[in-house]
Nanobody, 130 residues
Framework: QVRLAESGGGSVQAGGSLRLSCAASGYTYNSYCMGWIRQAPGKEREGVAAISSGGFSPYYADSVKGRFTITQENPKNTLYLQMNSLRPEDTAVYYC???????????????????????WGRGTQVTVSS
């Protein structure tokens, strides 16, 4: 059973920073997609950032490019999301997501697949005040 444990959420003023962490365990597939999804009240879910175990540059949503950075720790079971220059519109519950990766699947495709399904953590709240 895949388990994803997020941490690092909280409240911060606009312009501040937070770092989210996600510890993954229990997955049995070697090739995977992993990333962060967020959902704000009254808004659709958004794939924020994603990586694939096949390499390639990470995927970022346009809304976070240049402000957020997704990284992975070796051994590759911990995912991070460094969030800088936070804005009130970044307020949301952030979910870590994990799924098997198809051969040749790039991070942009991973982001779409993670948004549509896969394994999700319970989420961590990020609140940015103006």
């Amino acid at each position: 059973q895949v388990r994803l444990a997020e941490s690092g959420g909280g409240s911060v003023q606009a312009g501040g920073s937070l770092r989210l962490s996600c510890a993954a365990s229990g997955y049995t597939y070697n090739s995977y997609c992993m990333g962060w999804i967020r959902q704000a009240p009254g808004k659709e879910r958004e794939g924020v950032a994603a990586i694939s175990s096949g390499g390639f540059s990470p995927y970022y949503a346009d809304s976070v490019k240049g402000r957020f950075t997704i990284t992975q720790e070796n051994p590759k079971n911990t995912l991070y999301l460094q969030m800088n220059s936070l804005r009130p519109e970044d307020t949301a519950v952030y979910y870590c997501a994990h799924a098997p990766r198809a051969i040749g699947q790039r991070p942009v495709d991973c982001a779409a697949d993670l948004l549509a399904g896969g394994h999700w953590g319970r989420g961590t709240q990020v609140t940015v005040s103006s």
